[in-house]
């Protein structure tokens, strides 16, 4: 059986001889049903929250799978260009021996470029890589603020309902021992 807040908030019990006091029970009924709908709307705004970091989740997921695919795909790219420029260094200097010397700088500079070139995109994977797994730490750290929002709200819900135990303050101490050191002096 589900009780509902209002459920609370109606409820009336039969009264007998010698019975509880129906104003505390229903003061008690009542603030029972307060938080009961408290928590209520809280566990539905976590849901929601929940679904919103869930969904951002995804997005995440779905953009770290892209980059993996961009980063393999520009590692075959820089795979192909590096075949390509060795094929072409190998024929300009099949085709070109007589010339060798100049052909020869230009290979190697095409070569330094093509290095270059892999260097580059090495450097944009390990950005990419910070940059993946510094979102992924974000995403960690917010769950676990969220996590520890929750934590914090149970604890002071629990602190609430706590009793309180008052001690006397010191000036009042000293004022009732005064009264009694005057009390015993007459």
């Known amino acids: ?5 209002l459920d609370l908030r109606q409820l009336r019990f039969g009264t007998s001889f010698r ?7 229903g003061a008690f009924l009542a603030e029972i049903a307060d938080d009961y709908e408290k928590a209520l709307r809280d566990n539905d705004r976590m849901k929601q929250d929940l679904t919103r ?3 951002t989740l ?5 953009q770290e799978r892209n980059l993996r695919n961009t ?14 420029a060795h094929q ?12 060798a010397d100049l052909l020869l700088q230009r290979t190697q500079a095409k070569l330094e470029d093509v290095h270059r070139d892999i ?11 910070t940059t993946l797994t510094s979102t992924i730490a974000t ?7 969220i996590r520890q929002q929750a934590q914090d709200e149970r604890d002071d819900k629990i602190l609430l309902h706590r009793p309180r135990h008052l001690e006397p303050r010191p000036r009042e101490t000293e004022a009732v021992e005064l009264r009694k050191a005057d009390a015993s002096a007459t």
């Open 71 to 84: 980063l393999l795909t520009a590692q075959r790219l820089a795979d192909e260009i590096r075949e390509n």
């Open 19 to 25: 019975g509880y006091n129906p104003a505390e029970v």
């Open 139 to 145: 995403l960690k750290n917010a769950l676990e603020f």
């Open 1 to 5: 059986m589900k009780v509902t807040p």
């Open 53 to 55: 970091v869930q969904a």
């Open 119 to 129: 260097d580059a995109l090495r450097l944009k994977r390990q950005d990419a890589e």
């Open 58 to 62: 995804d997005e995440h997921r779905e």
């Open 88 to 99: 072409e260094a190998a024929r300009i200097v099949r085709e070109a021996e007589g010339r």
